[in-house]
């Protein structure tokens, strides 16, 4: 309305007028966070991953109900997500744990037995059975005999299994070979009913078949 030699009276220019405009248009329709859900927490991720790697037959289904018992809310399609990213496909076609994968994951809980013999000046063999503990390498000698036989190996494994009952981490499996003086009483020692694995591992916690599909082969 005033002509345009009148214009330099005005205190801000039309480019600034034009400016703050803008400004307040955008903040009219900018939310104050983006839609969709949040990202998860690396720690959740990791959790994620770890559950798919260590039981191969878990489903996203399944591994969402497991994190669902721990509290942790994720969606089948996130959960599926993540799998894809680190390059695991459904379950079934997920590769178990290498032995090496495995032990670093229980180390804790896992013992092995077996035995070693010395000769004596007069060559007599004698058999000793030793538990050794993975995590600490700490050696139990059992026994030493000339004659091993089931009976005998039974009887040593009792008294190392009440040593180690007393350990603040239970010992979850046992790594044995297929020497047929461990026998099944000798696997009964341990607590609960053993669960032999490929005649190699025997877990000493009464088993589920949902705690029993993991990953071990």
């Known amino acids: 309305m005033l002509p345009r ?27 104050a966070r983006q839609p969709g859900r949040p990202p998860i927490s690396q720690e959740i991720r990791a959790l994620i991953v770890r559950l798919a790697r260590e039981n191969p037959r878990w489903g996203y289904q399944h591994i969402v109900g497991e994190l669902k018992g721990l509290g942790i809310a994720v969606s089948a399609t996130t959960a599926r997500k993540v799998l894809r990213e680190q390059q695991l496909g459904p379950a079934g076609t997920r590769g178990g744990p290498s032995w090496r994968e495995f032990l670093r994951a229980q180390v804790k809980n896992v013992i092995a037995t077996d035995f070693f013999t010395v000769d004596t000046m007069w060559f007599q063999r004698l058999y000793v059975l030793f538990f050794i503990e993975i995590a600490s390498r700490r050696v139990h000698l059992a026994g030493c005999t000339s004659q091993p036989n089931g009976e005998w190996v039974t009887q040593q494994a009792r008294q190392v299994a009440w040593t180690v009952a007393e350990r603040a981490d239970p010992v979850r499996f046992l790594i044995r070979d297929h020497d047929r003086k461990f026998t099944d009483s000798f696997d009964a020692v341990f607590p609960h009913r053993p669960v032999r694995m490929s005649g190699l591992v025997a877990d000493c916690e009464q088993t589920s078949p949902r705690t029993h599909a993991n990953g071990v082969r």
Do not use: D, I, M
């Not at 030699?5 to 939310?31: E, G, I």
């Open 5 to 31: 030699v009148r214009w330099t009276s005005f205190l801000v220019t039309p480019s600034t007028l034009l400016r703050w405009h803008r400004r307040l248009v955008a903040n009219r329709w900018t939310y």
